[in-house]
């Protein structure tokens, strides 16, 4: 049974940092693409950034780029997202989330973590 946990979540001031983990378990970790998400109220989810199975390609969203660090240790089957100069508009739960290499569809969930961002 694949599980994955997100953890790290919590209420910052504006232009302070957070770093989020990802642990899963019943999976070939290093198989799979991973990626984090993130959904604020009343918005659509949107993809934060990704990491390849190896993790050396990385993709970030606009929104986060020079602010957010996608990283991942394979052997230990966690996946990191250090977020730093974080803004009001980061708020949201933020989830992590698992993609079978070469394929386009995010297969496995973590239940999410809340980040909120105070002005």
């Known amino acids: 049974q694949v599980q994955m946990v997100e953890s790290g979540g919590g209420l910052v001031q504006t232009g302070g940092s957070l770093r989020l983990s990802c642990a899963a378990s019943g999976l070939t970790f290093s198989t799979y693409a991973m990626g984090w998400f993130r959904q604020a109220p009343g918005k659509e989810r949107e993809l934060v950034a990704t990491?390849?199975?190896?993790?050396?390609?990385?993709d970030y969203a606009d929104s986060v780029k020079g602010r957010f660090t996608i990283s991942r240790n394979n052997a230990k089957s966690t996946m990191l997202l250090q977020m730093n100069s974080l803004k009001p508009e980061d708020t949201a739960v933020y989830y992590c989330a698992a993609r079978s290499i070469g394929t386009t569809k995010y297969d496995y969930w973590g239940q999410g973590t809340q980040v909120a961002v105070s002005s």
């Open positions: 990491i390849s199975g190896g993790g050396f390609v990385k």
